[in-house]
């Protein structure tokens, strides 16, 4: 049987192939894709979403909805540096050799009646203890569900949360992950919540990396529009990527969390305690977990099952046979 999942989203380009991954997996039925302000603005990342479904046109099409338009207490931080303006890697600015537009202008299609948060609670009504949530950017949507109805968002299968880092640094600030980060009030109470959640922090998906090279390759073979896609949406941060890491690539972080609600023995979890640093300073954001070694009823009860170690190759050959099945 196919999982039911919903994707919570900022597209970004690796949201933008974590979403393409989700859509050529028959082993996932995206249920809807919610959008939220993080990498780029809640109206941009529903345009990019809207751009990548357009592009793939799955039948039947997710549905689409609009999340929270900011933080919860913080102000919006963006990552356009990384992303391109658009947030996929400036498309709209690329020409065709007549000097027409490559991407159409992205568009606002109508409202959806729910907001994301009114949309999760309603599929949860629908399919109780049957849809897994794959969380890909900021916990702002996830958090005001369960101030709306926790009861109902407890009847979520698992919830799967790109974010953190456990035991590496952090690649927005020395202490903390982006998606954390952006809103880590958010994140502390998601992660008390009680909720079955898989955490896919830096530790793991720092691991998965498509090199320059083996991006031109995948995309050449891959079918159109979507090989034009792959190339033109990450040259910019692979371009970032070699000027502050010396590594023409990019990682897939994003991707690596659908990976996991299509295969979880990609990775190995641990189930550990951790919290989130709310308080402004230069660790907010930031994922502690505690490790000492000392007893364990010495320690929190474990809250969240974290991955920290990764079957990359095996990933990789996944991620590279659902964006290319003639490979």
């Given at each position: ?164 880092a456990i035991r590496v640094p952090g690649n927005i600030t020395p202490a903390a992950e982006f998606n954390i980060f952006v809103d880590p009030h958010a994140a502390h109470r998601v992660f008390k919540s009680g909720l079955p959640i898989t955490l896919v922090p830096l530790d793991v998906t720092e691991k998965v990396c498509l090199e320059s090279k ?22 910019k941060t692979v371009e970032c990527m070699e000027r502050i890491r010396g590594m023409a690539g990019i990682y897939l972080h994003d991707p690596l969390a659908v990976g996991i609600a299509i295969h979880p023995s990609l990775v190995k979890t641990t189930p550990l305690h951790v919290d989130v640093e709310t308080r402004r300073g230069i660790t907010q ?43």
């Open positions: 049987m196919q999982k039911r999942v919903i994707i919570d989203t900022d597209p970004g380009i690796d949201d933008a192939l974590a979403i393409l991954l989700a859509l050529l997996s028959p082993e996932l039925k995206v249920e809807a894709i919610i959008t939220v302000n993080g990498n780029v603005s809640l109206v941009q990342a529903t345009k990019n979403a809207t751009l990548v479904l357009d592009l793939l046109d799955p039948k039947p099409r997710p549905i689409l909805a609009r999340g929270a338009v900011q933080p919860l207490k913080k102000r919006a931080f963006r990552a356009q540096s990384v992303h391109g303006s658009n947030g996929l890697g400036d498309l709209d600015r690329l020409k065709n050799p007549d000097g027409s537009r490559r991407y159409p202008h992205a568009q606002l299609l109508p409202h959806h009646p729910l907001d994301g948060t009114e949309l999760l609670l309603d599929l949860l009504k629908r399919y109780p203890d049957e849809l897994s949530l794959i969380a890909l950017g900021p916990l702002t949507n996830l958090a005001k569900a369960l101030v709306a109805d926790e009861k109902r968002v407890k009847r979520l299968r698992e919830v799967i949360i790109m974010g953190g083996q991006i031109g390759n995948l995309a050449q073979a891959m079918e159109e529009p979507l090989g034009m896609f792959l190339s033109d949406s990450t040259s954001g930031m994922t502690l977990a505690d490790l000492r070694s000392i007893r364990d009823d010495l320690k929190q009860s474990p809250n969240i099952h974290v991955a920290l170690e990764v079957a990359a190759e095996q990933f990789l050959s996944l991620f590279k046979a659902r964006l290319c099945p003639r490979s």
